[in-house]
């Protein structure tokens, strides 16, 4: 079964930094790409980040310059570097990835993780 489990929310202060992990963990053959989404209360899901297997990146507006997504292959592994942090990036946010698994690219969900940034 693929799983993949995010860890590194917690509360912090606005201007402050925290790192997001997502690792993917089960029986597969490869990853295509992976990404970060963020759902805030009464809001839809919202694409972050987004990194594909050749390490290409894409950013929100909003976060671009001071979100930064990263990956490692050994491990199956995506980071999200969160500095200068501001109050409306509080959310839930969440891992996705698209995992070749039973001869198929498949679309994966963690069950997220909570940011609260405080002003």
């Known amino acids: 079964q693929v799983q993949l489990v995010e860890s590194g929310g917690g509360l912090v202060q606005a201007g402050g930094s925290l790192r997001l992990s997502c690792k993917a963990s089960?029986?597969?053959?490869?990853?295509?790409?992976m990404a970060w989404y963020r759902q805030a209360p009464g809001k839809q899901r919202e694409l972050v980040a987004h990194i594909t297997s050749g390490e290409d990146t894409r950013y929100a507006d909003a976060v671009t310059g001071r979100f930064t997504i990263s990956r490692d292959f050994v491990t199956n592994t995506i980071y999200l570097q969160m500095n200068s942090l501001k109050s409306e990036d509080t959310a839930v946010y969440y891992c996705?990835?698209?995992?070749?698994?039973?001869?198929?690219?498949?679309?994966?969900w963690g069950r997220g993780t909570q940011v609260t940034v405080s002003s």
């Open positions: 996705n990835a698209e995992i070749y698994v039973e001869l198929a690219y498949r679309d994966y």
């Open positions: 089960g029986r597969f053959k490869s990853i295509n790409h």
